[in-house]
């Protein structure tokens, strides 16, 4: 960003602290704190292994400095402060979980959110309904930019180390499943073994729907299955496709197709796509709720799971207003915000505010006119 823009976009975001106080996680006096800030002459810069007595001490830091982006530790320390990971004394951590849309899908920004929405909603049934995590216990949190954390802040949790945290994230990801435990017979299928049937029975109709020779090339290719063997697998496919999973785990092609690249990612698509290393980092800075994303200036909100379906971040994370600002866009340019559609090209145009923090956040676009 050229000065003139880093200038608007700060005002704007000391504006927006100055009648808001940034939400103080629990135990405040246990995290430590990092902080990257605007900065003219080159870029944003970190500040870390900061710490704060009380919210007043942490408001009055924020207004006075304007940070681009904050972040508290997942962790509770001894002494948050203190410069070296050893001598902060660790004493337990939150577990966490970070979704980002660019892990799961490329396309439109709205189209992203959208998605990433959806794998927030499926984590959190999978935490409550499978492993047992009460909904009191999860805060989430829109990061401001493309995706939500998942904050799981049972007291029983917090001493974990990062090899029960991997436990965790595997089994949300669908890592490391055992396809023979998954088809065994004799139990009423639910969890990993319901998702993984019916990721195996919609692969084998997606198989069924391909023509003939893309059916043939993908078996004895991927599948490594011989040209006979194929087409009779084929011949046979609709009726296969509807036994039991027993039968299914005890056809050979099945299980040589259950090895593919392919049915691998269908069966990765059934999980959660949680980044995994977030997960199992018991020291992670994470954003703080209710402060603003340097990145997008949109807020990043905490949310109650009741609330998520409803929640628009196009509208509801947006903070700023409608008064015009004159900007020079870099690119041609079509989003929403606000409930409203842009299509703008390349050159100066008038925008409302809350558009033009966005664009200038994203390198979109500069405030039109400045050095």
């Known amino acids: ?3 003139a823009t880093i200038e608007f976009v700060k005002q704007r975001f000391a504006e927006y602290y100055q009648r808001q106080t940034l939400a ?6 246990q995290r430590e704190w990092g902080f990257v800030f605007f900065d003219a002459a080159s870029a944003v810069r970190m500040r870390r292994h900061m710490a704060f007595a009380d919210p007043l001490e942490l408001t009055a830091y924020v207004r006075s400095l304007i940070p681009a982006h904050a972040y508290y530790s997942t962790a509770y320390y001894q002494t948050p402060s ?5 001598d902060k004394h660790w004493a337990g951590a939150d577990l966490i979980f970070d979704l980002d849309a660019d892990q799961i899908v490329r396309g439109p920004y709205a189209m992203m959110l959208a998605r990433v929405k959806e794998e927030t909603v499926k984590l959190v049934g999978m935490l409550t309904d499978e492993l047992g995590f009460a909904r009191n216990h999860i805060r989430i949190a829109f990061s401001g930019g493309r995706g939500y954390h998942i904050h799981v802040t049972d007291i029983a949790v917090r001493g974990w180390e990062s090899p029960e945290r ?5 089994y949300v990801c669908g890592i490391g499943l055992d396809p023979g435990v998954m088809l065994a017979p004799g139990r009423t299928p639910a969890g990993w073994r319901w ?5 195996l029975r919609d692969h084998l109709l997606w198989l069924e729907g391909l023509d003939a020779a893309e059916a043939a090339a993908y078996l004895t290719g991927p599948a490594g299955i011989g040209k006979r063997a194929a087409a009779e697998f084929l011949a046979g496919l609709g009726a296969l496709r509807e036994k039991d ?13 259950m090895g593919t690249p392919a049915f691998e990612e269908r069966v990765r698509g059934a999980g959660a796509r949680a980044d995994e290393p977030v997960t199992t980092d018991i020291k992670r800075l994470i954003r703080a709720p209710g402060s603003l994303h340097g990145g997008s200036g949109m807020r990043v909100v905490p949310l109650d799971s009741r609330d998520l379906a409803e929640f628009d971040p196009l509208v509801d994370a947006v903070v700023f207003g409608d008064r015009e600002v004159r ?3 870099q690119m041609n340019v079509a989003t929403s915000l606000l409930g409203n559609t842009y299509t703008l090209k390349t050159g100066p145009a008038s ?3 809350a558009l033009a923090v966005f664009l200038c956040c994203r390198s979109m676009a500069e405030i039109a006119g400045g050095a």
């Open 327 to 329: 900007v020079d866009l």
């Open 1 to 3: 960003m050229k000065p």
């Open 166 to 170: 991997r436990e965790v994230v595997d």
């Open 351 to 353: 925008v409302p505010e």
């Open 24 to 29: 103080a996680p629990s135990s405040l006096e």
């Open 195 to 199: 998702r993984y049937i019916e990721a």
């Open 245 to 257: 999973p027993g039968t299914l785990r005890e056809n050979r092609i099945v299980r040589a197709i």
């Open 82 to 86: 203190a410069p070296t990971m050893n």
